[in-house]
């Protein structure tokens, strides 16, 4: 099994900066993509920014040039830096990760439990 810890949401203003982290963790033998979705109020969820284990990246158009993904392959860790930040990235972002696992040596999916985001003065 493997399990997925968030960390970092919370209240900012407009204009603010927020960093969230998600630590992976169990029985992976290789941690590959890793990324960071969102869904807010009655919205499809979708993708905010996801990294190879290469450090290949990729962003939604709405986030380009203020979010900066990056991950610690020593830790398992992933963050996600946001800086000027808008309302409208009010939501629950999530974390995912398609790793390698034990015992069975197959690839699969894994998600996070969420932490909200608020933007709001």
């Known amino acids: 099994q493997v399990q997925l810890v968030e960390s970092g949401g919370g209240l900012v203003q407009p204009g603010g900066s927020l960093r969230l982290s998600c630590t992976a963790s169990?029985?992976?033998?290789?941690?590959?993509?890793m990324g960071w979705y969102r869904r807010a109020p009655e919205k499809q969820r979708e993708l905010v920014a996801s990294?190879?284990?290469?450090?290949?990246?990729n962003y939604a158009d709405s986030v380009k040039g203020r979010f900066t993904i990056s991950r610690d392959n020593a830790k398992n860790t992933v963050y996600l830096q946001m800086n000027s930040l808008r309302p409208e990235d009010t939501a629950v972002y999530y974390c995912?990760?398609?790793?390698?696992?034990?015992?069975?040596?197959?690839?699969?999916?894994?998600w996070g439990q969420g932490t909200q985001v608020t933007v709001s003065s």
């Open positions: 169990g029985s992976i033998i290789r941690l590959n993509a």
């Open positions: 990294i190879t284990s290469g450090g290949g990246t």
């Open positions: 995912s990760a398609v790793c390698l696992v034990a015992p069975t040596w197959t690839t699969q999916s894994y």
